[in-house]
T-cell receptor, first 115, second 112 residues
Framework: DGGITQSPKYLFRKEGQNVTLSCEQN?????MYWYRQDPGQGLRLIYYSQIVNDFQKGDIAEGYSVSREKKESFPLTVTSAQKNPTAFYLC??????????????FGPGTRLTVT | EDKVVQSPLSLVVHEGDTVTLNCSYE??????LLWYKQEKKAPTFLFMLTSSGIEKKSGRLSSILDKKELFSILNITATQTGDSAIYLC????????????FGTGTLLAVQP
């Protein structure tokens, strides 16, 4: 069964702590993305990666970091520098080789609460 | 600045009603427009539109794109409570990045 998994589903942290959200895909997709979703807002792009060992900042990258050491994995670290980290985080992947298809496949998300 | 605007922001209807959700965009190097349905967690893909005037249909859902007026609509006929969700519109723009710009979404609640 191909798909994207994110863990954990819910995460609680104290302010000032870094936390890493996991994202794994077995779709053999080259591109992976991290989004943040807040109530009443759409998805905002944090980071994306087109290929292993390469990634680019999205629209709201401040306070976040990523790595892409393997094709299947794209973990996101929420650092203590992120001012409002409480949000729903979604990971997605796509296959840019498929003739202009922009369809992205999403994981189930991680709800992060920082107090 | 590129943007995607959805309206209404929220909508409450009764089962059996027909609804129309709107998505307008101002995006340079437009390539495609996508609709997703989000129930609680992962958005699921509904349609991708690239050409004007060609309706895409799946059961009670249909969508059409107008590239001259820069908008798309998503129609849902004979709504059911299972249609309750956030409907997201996203625009894919030029370049090799396959990036999407999302609207804020329309929250649809279908009451029995």
């Amino acid at each position: 069964d191909g798909g994207i998994t994110q863990s954990p589903k819910y995460l609680f942290r104290k302010e000032g702590q870094n936390v890493t959200l996991s994202c794994e895909q077995n779709l053999n997709h080259d591109a992976m993305y991290w989004y943040r979703q807040d109530p009443g807002q759409g998805l905002r792009l944090i980071y994306y990666s087109q290929i292993v060992n390469d990634f680019q900042k999205g629209d709201i990258a401040e306070g976040y970091s990523v790595s892409r050491e393997k094709k299947e994995s794209f973990p996101l670290t929420v650092t203590s520098a992120q001012k409002n980290p409480t949000a729903f985080y979604l990971c997605a992947s796509s296959d840019p080789r498929t003739g202009g298809s922009y369809e992205q496949y999403f994981g189930p998300g991680t709800r992060l609460t920082v107090t | 600045e590129d943007k995607v605007v959805q309206s209404p922001l929220s909508l409450v209807v009764h089962e059996g009603d027909t609804v129309t959700l709107n998505c307008s965009y101002e995006v340079t190097n437009f390539r495609s427009l996508l609709w997703y349905k989000q129930e609680k967690k992962a958005p699921t893909f509904l349609f991708m539109l690239t050409s004007s005037g060609i309706e895409k249909k799946s059961g009670r859902l249909s969508s059409i794109l107008d590239k001259k007026e820069l908008f798309s609509i998503l129609n849902i006929t004979a709504t059911q409570t299972g249609d309750s969700a956030i409907y997201l519109c996203a625009v894919g723009w030029g370049g090799a990045t396959n990036k999407l710009i999302f609207g804020t979404g329309t929250l649809l609640a279908v009451q029995p």
